[in-house]
């Protein structure tokens, strides 16, 4: 079983994002949930972060707090997979622990 | 007090996931009844505040980007948006919301309040201010 890392803040903001993806092991997931949705959109000068790493590590997204934000589902980067509250949940069931990056 | 100072509200936050974005827009309406000579700055994570099209339903917090329509009503009319962030993060004044004013100068004419502009000239109007808040 691998780990669930779910990163917060945004990585225009802060380094959570990059540092996660940096100690992410191949076959994990990453989880950007509140503010760390802005990861998550194409066309940033920090979108590399995640379609650089896309290969190696599952990418998921907070729905709601996409919608929240007014952020297009249309404007992630490819690969990425919205999930809901209840999809949260599952992926924090389906691995071996969450490690949260703040 | 007959002299009207110059007021830089900076924006460089992210709306909802920390209550600095909500709280700067309840100073700049309450500091409103003061009729200073008031600007916004939105630079950095803070342009993402502006962003058209925010539902906030499914994570339970109150949609506050509406309030920034009425800025015009309490004489709020010159914000700055920083060119240099929205190109960071892929953004162009089409994805802002349409804030306006109405120019009591010019006929009551409706006129848009966001101004885009440079760092440098951020910078400026930055460093002519008399009392600067940032969240």
Redesign the interface.
Known sequence: MSQLHTV???P??RGALESAVNHAMKGSAILMI???V?GA?????K?SIVSDAMGDISFYVM???L??????EA?LIPGIKVV?YSGFVALAAEHKATQSWL | MSEVKKFLYVNRKAPYGTIYALESLEVVLIGAAFEQDVALAFLDDGVYQLAKGQATDEVGMKNFSPTYKALGDYDVNKIYVEQESLDARGLTLDDLLPLTYEDEDDDWAEKDSIKVVSAAELAEIMDQSDVVLSF
């Open positions: 917060n803040k945004s225009l903001d509140e503010d760390g802005y959109m194409n066309g940033t000068s979108s729905g709601p707090d919608k929240a934000r007014g952020i297009d404007r809901d």
